[in-house]
């Protein structure tokens, strides 16, 4: 590997490695808010509610206190393996990324701590307000990161001057439809991420009947969670392939493995056995008139193939560069992230279909509690290949149409980035197997206090017997 190869692998590990973190982070987030105001408006079930709320915040706060330091990591690898790219894109790029500390972070870790530490001393709307605030901030990081990442993929509002590019419209920035195309599919990701974390918990202890009372009614809540976040995903997933094939349609082209043009009407290749050297599929398996729903909604509809717009890019981008993407990895990371959606969207809807078909159905089905507990890592999984769909696949740019990424990289040694890689992969392995050792013996403790108390995310008082008496929202109404 030479250094820019390195340096694309560190920042993809780093990327992954963090986005571990934070797509729970984001989904839970909001959950956990739903659940307190269920514990603040339901008075008779409070106690149930409230208990509810404790257990998963302090999940919650174990994985937001273990992750943070990934995300500042990560923006320190700008200056340190992409200097190039800082100076040409920094006057835009770091605006984005300015406000998300200025406006979101400073917001969560104000009040995810008023929240946590001020149980009993806070009254209930303030402490009901605190955590919206948090789940508020949490959204509003997630916007400026993800708007940022979607300028690199479709430039707007920009003037190229000298070797530099120069904001001139910071509205088009903000009103980036790629920005909330990414944006709506990332919020729907973290809900199914944060819903089937919940819904593998819940039906953990359901099966040992452990606490029914809290863990019914979590998988419950957690069960439209995911359901709504698996659909509003696909929509959102879908809607952004379609508007890749009219601004990056290399990148739907590889989505598919499409070497020539498709022809109207056009197949969907469900499998495919890829060449990239003699560019071509050496076996494929395709169903008819489904690429043209997937690229346009109707029947007739064509796209591009690879090997034509190869030959386009090199009169728009310059000649003698190869300007198609990495097919196999994008083909086959595509496919992961839509089989394993499709089966986490079918799972959510058998729980309701279960809820709806008469009462005790779901809670009493064991194999499907079993399920649940199994399906846990999927939605991780499809978030890490979608990811890999997203960023490979606009290859070899890393600024669509005016940055390439051996043009962006740091003028440093091979040795040098290689140290860089092997201590973030130390630490980041580390944080991420400190994260699932505490999130799983405290998840397994259920809603009484882990043998070992965590000092970044202490228990809370479960029992109800803490400072200020017992817990729960009638005691302070």
Excluded: C
Aim: glycine fraction near 10%; charge should be negative.
């Amino acid at each position: 590997m030479d250094v820019v190869d390195l340096s694309r692998f560190q920042f993809a590990s780093t990327s992954i490695f963090h986005f571990f973190f934070v797509s729970l982070t984001v989904g839970l987030a909001f959950l956990i808010a739903v659940m307190e105001t269920f514990a603040y408006f339901r008075r008779g079930r409070s106690t149930v509610y409230d208990r509810m709320s404790s257990f998963f915040g302090h999940l919650f706060l174990i994985n937001f206190a273990v992750g943070v330091v990934t995300g500042i990591v990560q923006e320190f690898q700008f200056g340190m393996n992409w200097s190039e790219y800082s100076e040409f894109v920094g006057n835009i790029f770091g605006v984005p990324l300015a406000l998300e500390v200025l406006m979101a972070f400073f917001l969560e870790s104000t009040f995810i701590g008023l929240w946590w530490f001020g149980k009993d001393r806070l009254k209930p709307w303030m402490r009901l307000g605190a955590i919206w605030l948090v789940a508020i901030g949490t959204q509003i990081s997630m916007f400026w990161i993800v708007l940022a990442n979607a300028w690199m993929h479709h430039p707007v509002g920009y003037e190229v001057v000298g070797d530099r590019a120069l904001l001139t419209d910071f509205s088009a920035v903000v009103f980036n439809p790629k920005a909330w195309l990414y944006s709506l599919h990332v919020q729907g990701s973290a809900w199914t991420v944060a819903g089937f974390f919940v819904l593998a918990i819940s039906a953990y202890h359901l099966l040992r009947k452990h606490d029914v009372d809290v863990f019914s009614r979590a998988l419950r809540l957690a069960l439209v969670f995911a359901a709504v976040g698996t659909v509003f995903s696909a929509a959102s997933g879908h809607t952004a392939a379609q508007y890749a094939r009219e601004d990056q349609p290399m990148k739907f082209a590889a989505m598919e493995a499409q070497w020539e043009d498709s022809g109207s009407p056009a197949p969907w290749s469900a499998l495919a056995l890829i060449d990239e050297e003699r560019r071509e599929n050496t076996w494929s398996l395709e169903i008819p008139y489904v690429g043209s729903i997937l690229a346009e909604n109707n029947l007739s509809a064509s796209y591009r193939g690879l090997n034509s717009l190869n030959e386009e890019y090199q009169e728009l981008y310059g000649e003698g560069r190869d300007y198609i993407p990495p097919v196999t990895w994008v083909y086959w990371s595509f496919r992961i992230m839509v089989g394993i959606g499709v089966l986490l969207m079918g799972a959510a809807f058998a729980g309701l279909f279960l809820w709806w078909r008469r009462r005790g159905a779901l809670d009493g089905t064991r194999w499907y509690l079993r399920a649940l507990v199994l399906l846990l890592p999927l939605p991780w999984i499809a978030n890490f290949t979608g990811w890999m769909t997203t960023e490979m696949g606009r290859q070899p740019f890393m600024v669509y149409g005016l940055l390439t990424v051996d043009e962006g990289v740091s003028a440093n040694s091979v040795t040098e980035v290689l140290t860089g890689l092997v201590g973030l992969w130390v630490v980041y392995l580390g944080l991420i197997g400190l994260d699932i050792y505490l999130l799983t013996k405290t998840a397994k403790a259920g809603t009484h206090k882990p043998d070992a108390e965590i000092l970044a995310a202490p228990a809370p008082d479960y029992e109800g017997t803490g400072v200020g008496g017992p817990v729960g929202y009638d005691r302070e109404r």
